[in-house]
């Protein structure tokens, strides 16, 4: 880190470093306000290290009090985060692991845009110190651009990071299509609370094949098993995402299918509802209702995920970095 190296060439004590981070998660706008830093070493930062990896280019405020950021890394790859505000005031990070995607999930749009590359540490934390320079945070999802268990050494790096800016690990979620390398290091090496979720979809092979190109690779059975043995290990509950697309994973017997895979102990299903990403139909609210029901009465926990920010394309699947 550039930092690291500057203070390291000043010869500065090795607690410098710290103060510095401790400054930059409390949420300051830069070097000048470090008030226990010498007025000359701040002076030489402010010119010579920048402040954040990321710049940003364009922020909008959704209808519902979302904020989505679109920043650029010094190498010019488009990256977005999002913050939630919800009713009972908690105040939810979505943060991206990588600037595009690899996979090609058919619904989400992220997956249509070009592969950048795997973001670094800093400019994972960075997103998070953006908003926290406007207000306190309290959870974080790796659910925005990018699969994080692609990028794991740099998102586990950063987690750990987070409590420093008010996001325990217990508020801290990663979201996976289930790639197998990292979701079994996860499983195996991480001793923090973080929270595991899964990106399913589809009761059944053949189908999550067709929306996730990803399960030909690792397939249902493999990548559940993992998540039971990441229960059996650490005692949390694993949250299983599901699009609700219409006609095509929605039926009745698709939530049977699903409540009979599902170990009601281990998982917990948020159904989500589709935003609109230009190649499926959402499922009704009436679907979705019934196809909840089913997962009741199976006593397979489910909660309906509420949609927010959707006006400024900040929802679910949306992000694209589109230049609108
Ligand atoms: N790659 C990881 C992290 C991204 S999470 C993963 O897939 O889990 C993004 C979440 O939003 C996933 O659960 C994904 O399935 C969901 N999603 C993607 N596109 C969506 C869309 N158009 N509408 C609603 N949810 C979507």
């Given at each position: 880190m550039l930092l690291q190296r500057r203070l390291n060439e000043r010869r500065e004590p090795a607690y410098r470093a710290g103060q510095v981070w401790a400054w930059a998660a409390r949420g300051v706008t830069g070097y000048s306000e470090m008030t226990n830093i010498p007025g000359e070493l701040r002076g030489e930062l402010e010119h010579e290290v920048p402040f954040s990896t990321l710049e940003l280019e364009r922020e909008a405020?959704?209808?519902?009090?979302?904020?989505?950021?679109?920043?650029?890394?010094?190498?010019?790859?488009?990256?977005?985060?999002?913050?939630?505000?919800?009713?009972?005031?908690?105040?939810?990070?979505?943060?991206?692991?990588?600037?595009?995607?690899?996979?090609?999930?058919?619904?989400?749009?992220?997956?249509?845009?070009?592969?950048?590359?795997?973001?670094?540490?800093?400019?994972?934390?960075?997103?998070?110190?953006?908003?926290?320079?406007?207000?306190?945070?309290?959870?974080?999802?790796?659910?925005?651009?990018?699969?994080?268990?692609?990028?794991?050494?740099?998102?586990?790096?950063?987690?750990?990071?987070?409590?420093?800016?008010?996001?325990?690990?217990?508020?801290?979620?990663?979201?996976?299509?289930?790639?197998?390398?990292?979701?079994?290091?996860?499983?195996?090496?991480?001793?923090?609370?973080?929270?595991?979720?899964?990106?399913?979809?589809?009761?059944?092979?053949?189908?999550?094949?067709?929306?996730?190109?990803?399960?030909?690779?690792?397939?249902?059975?493999?990548?559940?098993?993992?998540?039971e043995r990441y229960f059996a290990l650490r005692r949390r509950q694993v949250f299983v995402e599901y699009v609700m697309l219409g006609g095509v994973n929605d039926r009745f017997e698709q939530a049977q299918a699903l409540a009979s895979l599902l170990d009601p102990r281990v998982f917990k299903v948020n159904l989500i509802p589709y935003n609109p990403t230009g190649f499926y139909k959402g499922s009704t609210r009436k679907a979705i209702a019934a196809f909840k029901d089913v997962l009741d009465r199976a006593r397979l926990p489910a909660t309906v995920r509420l949609t927010r920010g959707r006006d400024i394309e900040a929802a679910c699947g949306q992000l694209a970095a589109l230049s609108r």
């Open positions: 405020t959704a209808r519902d009090g979302t904020r989505k950021a679109l920043f650029r890394t010094h190498d010019a790859h488009p990256v977005e985060a999002v913050l939630m505000h919800y009713r009972d005031g908690r105040r939810s990070l979505c943060l991206s692991s990588q600037s595009g995607c690899p996979l090609t999930c058919t619904f989400c749009a992220t997956g249509q845009m070009r592969f950048g590359r795997n973001l670094t540490p800093s400019e994972i934390l960075d997103q998070a110190l953006h908003f926290r320079r406007a207000e306190s945070i309290d959870h974080a999802v790796f659910m925005g651009m990018g699969e994080p268990m692609l990028n794991l050494d740099s998102v586990l790096e950063a987690a750990r990071g987070l409590p420093d800016l008010g996001i325990t690990w217990r508020r801290t979620t990663i979201s996976t299509v289930g790639w197998l390398p990292g979701l079994r290091r996860f499983v195996d090496e991480v001793e923090e609370p973080i929270r595991l979720a899964l990106s399913l979809h589809a009761p059944t092979d053949e189908l999550r094949s067709q929306l996730m190109p990803v399960n030909a690779r690792y397939p249902l059975a493999d990548v559940l098993a993992e998540c």
